[in-house]
């Protein structure tokens, strides 16, 4: 006990966080040991990472566990509970956000829905049995501040050890490991920022605070940011979708495509300043007590035009995590609108906060989930556009000569979607029977470009209505080609395309420069120039064969007055339409007739 009582005596602030706050301080000690060994490459963490999924689930564990952990610890503040039952909530809670993380693939977690939930949990915990409205309000103040001060710490702190150890090896000539940096500022955000920024949390969960007697420079420049800015812009907004609104009904049209991440930024934007403008509601200027009075009878038109552009967007190409969100906030603004109704013009800050905390939370994994909802829905309009063109025939997969330019320009955006969201696996039952099977090296190993070449869809951008589209050209070789070489040539590359330092008007130099002029890819050598029409080479890119093991290097002759060359191409980004094409990269060798050399006749 006696060294428990001198640590508590030498460092009193962060003995007072250890005893608040410690299954997040934990949480930080062991997220700073696991990246500092993970920059090390120390032992498993960089040897075997045997699971995709490796960085999520790990560090978004550690993220999830300290916000969830230290939202329980300020629930058992709030509701004054033992020492002992808050600890145990803390751990029970932390376990169950890093167990999520821990199993996001077979969840299809979605972090971009938990993470802003368990940041709204820390807001609003301490508070689920307070009705304490303005405690809620002074604590999420000097929260905001805790995180700005926490961030400033880190940076002071990384960037002044920085400083220090390239002054030592500037002045001294130590010779400092190269991954020194990176180990000072993960520790500084990990376990410097982190523990300082719940040292500073407000202690006080029932602080007293009247608007009216308050004005220190915090509270009234809030005020003034709230009367002279947030309000009138909110209020500019309303107008316009209002507007908005009117216009579709006078020209009998249904929203734009993007009206939907206008009300996202109207709603949540608008419910964050309502929040800010709470304590002045009844004692503010005009428009503050206008805006406070009326905000939720405000997002009546444009949850209006939310559910008519989202289920537009939906019926036409399916759920994404992002619809299911836009449809996930119009239930939010509609439970709020009716809650306000019912109350009689009165909710809480808690109640806007706590819903909002619950729903993303909920829709964050999970089969109800926005990612299982999202690629259930997916799979099946791939499934729909398939079976449309023919794919599936006597109970196989049947690669179609001809597919239709739209369905495979969709089915293209589908598979790529399933990739950015890491379930590609879930199209290897498909290929079960396939002669050429992506998934023969293992479900992890697959890519989206495999499968894609396999089903020859195409990738397109464009006015869809019209039909103006333009199409993606990815190629890239994996294994060699084989070559008749009958006379005297000339082997030079690995050559790149573009080259910021050439233009077409340069003197060529000792080696072969591959650029585009006038709509021909040309090789230019000691002046002399071969070329192939650059739609050509991208429909013939296009067209090329792959097999199990990948596509060969493509070989296609280019026309020139001192005889034809060979182009062997590697790899190439472009695009094709009707009025021709453009290449954004390539890379490739070429043959090119010895008679130009600088060495004939040497």
Same mark, same amino acid.
């Given at each position: 006990m006696g060294m428990i009582d001198r640590l508590g005596r030498t460092m009193p602030d962060l003995w007072v966080t250890l005893g608040r706050f410690p299954i997040p301080v934990l949480i930080s000690l062991v997220g700073t040991i696991v990246v500092n060994l993970d920059i090390a490459g120390v032992g498993s963490f960089y040897v075997d990472r045997s699971s995709p999924y490796w960085d999520?689930?790990?560090?978004?564990?550690?993220?999830?566990?300290?916000?969830?952990?230290?939202?329980?610890?300020?629930?058992?503040?709030?509701?004054?509970?033992?020492?002992?039952?808050?600890?145990?909530?803390?751990?029970?809670?932390?376990?169950a956000a890093?167990?999520?993380?821990?199993?996001?693939?077979?969840?299809?977690?979605?972090?971009?829905?938990?993470?802003?939930?368990?940041?709204?949990?820390?807001?609003?915990?301490?508070?689920?049995?307070?009705?304490?409205?303005?405690?809620?309000?002074?604590?999420?103040?000097?929260?905001?501040?805790?995180?700005?001060?926490?961030?400033?710490?880190t940076v002071v702190f990384g960037g002044g050890l920085s400083a220090i150890v390239e002054s030592i090896r500037y002045l001294f000539g130590v010779d400092f490991d190269s991954d020194i940096h990176e180990h000072i500022w993960a520790t500084g955000i990990a376990l410097i920022g982190a523990i300082y920024g719940l040292s500073v949390v407000s202690r006080n969960l029932s602080e007293d605070f009247d608007p009216q007697r308050n004005s220190d420079l915090l509270v009234s420049g809030t005020l003034l940011l709230l009367k002279y800015l947030l309000v009138p812009l909110a209020l500019v907004y309303v107008v316009i979708l209002h507007l908005y609104a009117g216009k579709m009904l006078v020209e009998w049209e249904l929203p734009k495509g993007q009206v939907g991440i206008m009300v996202l930024i109207f709603s949540l934007g608008g419910a964050a300043i309502?929040?800010?403008?709470?304590?002045?509601?009844?004692?503010?200027?005009?428009?503050?007590?206008?805006? =406070?009075?009326?905000? !939720? @009878?405000?997002?009546?038109?444009? %949850?209006?035009? #939310? *559910?008519?552009?989202? +289920?537009?967007?939906?019926?036409?190409?399916?759920v994404t995590p992002e619809r299911y969100g836009l449809v996930a906030l119009g239930f939010w603004v509609a439970f709020l609108i009716v809650w306000f109704v019912i109350r009689r013009r009165s909710i809480e800050p808690r109640i806007v906060l706590g819903s909002l905390c619950g729903l993303l939370l909920v829709t964050s994994f999970g089969p109800w989930g926005a990612g299982s909802?999202?690629?259930?829905?997916?799979l099946s309009r791939l499934d729909g556009l398939m079976r449309a063109e023919g794919y599936f025939q006597n109970g196989g997969l049947v690669v179609p000569d001809t597919i239709d330019?739209?369905?495979?320009?969709?089915?293209? =955006?589908?598979?790529? !979607? @399933?990739?950015?969201?890491?379930? %590609?696996?879930? #199209? *290897?039952?498909?290929? +079960?029977?396939?002669?050429?099977?992506?998934?023969?090296?293992?479900?992890?190993?697959?890519?989206?470009?495999?499968?894609?070449s396999v089903l020859k869809f195409t990738r397109w951008q464009g006015d869809r209505a019209t039909g103006d589209l333009e199409f993606f050209v990815?190629?890239?070789?994996?294994?060699?080609?084989?070559?008749?070489?009958?006379?005297?040539?000339?082997?030079?590359?690995?050559?790149?395309?573009?080259r910021a330092d050439f233009t077409p008007e340069d003197s060529g130099g000792a080696d072969p420069h591959l650029f585009v002029e006038n709509d021909n890819l040309t090789i230019r050598y000691l002046g002399n120039r071969w070329q192939v029409p650059v739609s050509r080479l991208l429909e013939t890119v296009r067209a090329a064969p792959r097999a199990d093991t990948g596509y060969a290097a493509?070989?296609?002759?280019?026309?020139?007055?001192?005889?034809?060359?060979?182009?062997?191409?590697?790899?190439?980004?472009?695009?094709?339409?009707?009025?021709?094409?453009?290449?954004?990269?390539?890379?490739?060798?070429?043959?090119?007739p010895a008679s130009v050399s600088r060495l004939q006749g040497e």
């Open positions: 999520e689930q790990v560090y978004g564990g550690l993220i999830a566990g300290f916000l969830a952990s230290g939202a329980a610890h300020l629930y058992a503040e709030g509701r004054h509970w033992a020492r002992l039952p808050g600890f145990l909530l803390a751990v029970l809670a932390g376990a890093g167990a999520i993380c821990w199993f996001l693939h077979p969840l299809n977690l979605q972090f971009v829905f938990l993470f802003p939930g368990l940041v709204l949990a820390v807001m609003v915990a301490g508070f689920t049995g307070n009705g304490d409205d303005n405690g809620l309000w002074m604590f999420n103040l000097r929260l905001a501040l805790a995180v700005i001060l926490s961030a400033l710490v309502w929040l800010i403008a709470y304590p002045w509601r009844g004692s503010g200027s005009v428009l503050l007590r206008f805006f =406070s009075k009326n905000w !939720f @009878l405000f997002l009546i038109v444009p %949850l209006c035009l #939310l *559910a008519i552009g989202t +289920s537009r967007r939906i019926s036409d190409y399916g909802v999202s690629i259930a829905s997916q330019e739209k369905a495979s320009g969709e089915a293209h =955006s589908i598979v790529m !979607f @399933l990739s950015r969201n890491r379930r %590609l696996d879930a #199209l *290897a039952p498909m290929f +079960s029977a396939a002669d050429n099977d992506p998934f023969d090296g293992g479900e992890k190993n697959a890519s989206a470009n495999d499968v894609i990815h190629f890239s070789a994996s294994r060699p080609a084989t070559l008749d070489i009958q006379q005297a040539t000339v082997l030079s590359g690995v050559i790149e395309m573009p493509l070989v296609t002759p280019l026309a020139g007055a001192a005889g034809e060359a060979r182009l062997v191409l590697l790899s190439l980004n472009g695009r094709l339409n009707d009025d021709g094409g453009r290449i954004d990269y390539a890379r490739a060798m070429v043959l090119l």
